[in-house]
T-cell receptor
């Protein structure tokens, strides 16, 4: 069965620190990969996605993620976080062959201190 | 920018009662989904819906659950007889499968509390 694991449950950083959130998935076939963000009181929004091609993908608000197929990983990075990045971050996987259901990781709460 | 909306934002109900959670997907989207998140747990897939029928459902989506698209705009999730363990945040999502990007757009969620 497909599964997604996010290594960090709660991360606390100071502004301007660099961020890396880990995401590993378990699935043998071709996958599409996503990072969603949920700001306090708001709904899930897509940060970035990987379908094919360049394994380094850039998303909104300065976020990027790298797909490493051999490691089944899709880690999210940002070189310098801001207070406004405080949110919950979800990694998700979708098999490219199914009806579109997303399998989510458990989420990482990021708290950025001003 | 078009968005998915959900009503109500918070629903409190007694165990055994029926609830209907409502969603208005983005108007030109063709695929619709329900997910739920029990407090402290992962966001879990419940069901996907296309062309007026369920295309996939999870083990969670048992006979107590049903979905419907009663008109051209609403997409509903009905829980026939709620249990305490149905307390969760329920998210609706929609996507336009024809697009290569195939992003799922999520609504703000309905928090269901079963007492």
């Amino acid at each position: 069965a497909q599964s997604v694991s996010q290594h960090n449950h709660h991360v606390i950083l100071s502004e301007a620190a660099s961020l890396e959130l880990g995401c590993n998935y378990s699935y043998g076939g071709t996958v599409n990969l996503f990072w969603y963000v949920q700001y306090p009181g708001q709904h899930l929004q897509l940060l970035l996605k990987y379908f094919s091609g360049d394994p380094l993908v850039k998303g909104i608000k300065g976020f990027e993620a790298e797909f490493i197929k051999s490691k089944f990983s899709f880690n999210l990075r940002k070189p310098s976080v801001q207070w406004s990045d405080t949110a919950e971050y979800f990694c998700a996987v979708r098999s490219s062959s199914n009806t579109g259901k997303l399998i989510f990781g458990q989420g990482t709460t990021l708290q950025v201190k001003p | 920018e078009p968005e998915v909306t959900q009503t109500p934002s918070h629903q409190v109900t007694q165990m055994g009662q029926e609830v209907i959670l409502r969603c208005v997907p983005i108007s030109n989207h063709l695929y619709f989904y329900w997910y739920r998140q029990i407090l402290g747990q992962k966001v879990e897939f419940l069901v996907s819906f296309y062309n007026n029928e369920i295309s996939e459902k999870s083990e969670i989506f048992d006979d107590q659950f049903s979905v419907e698209r009663p008109d051209g705009s609403n997409f509903t999730l009905k829980i026939r007889s709620t249990k305490l363990e149905d307390s969760a945040m329920y998210f609706c999502a929609s996507s336009d499968w024809e697009r290569v990007t195939n992003e799922q757009f999520f609504g703000p969620g309905t928090r269901l509390t079963v007492l």
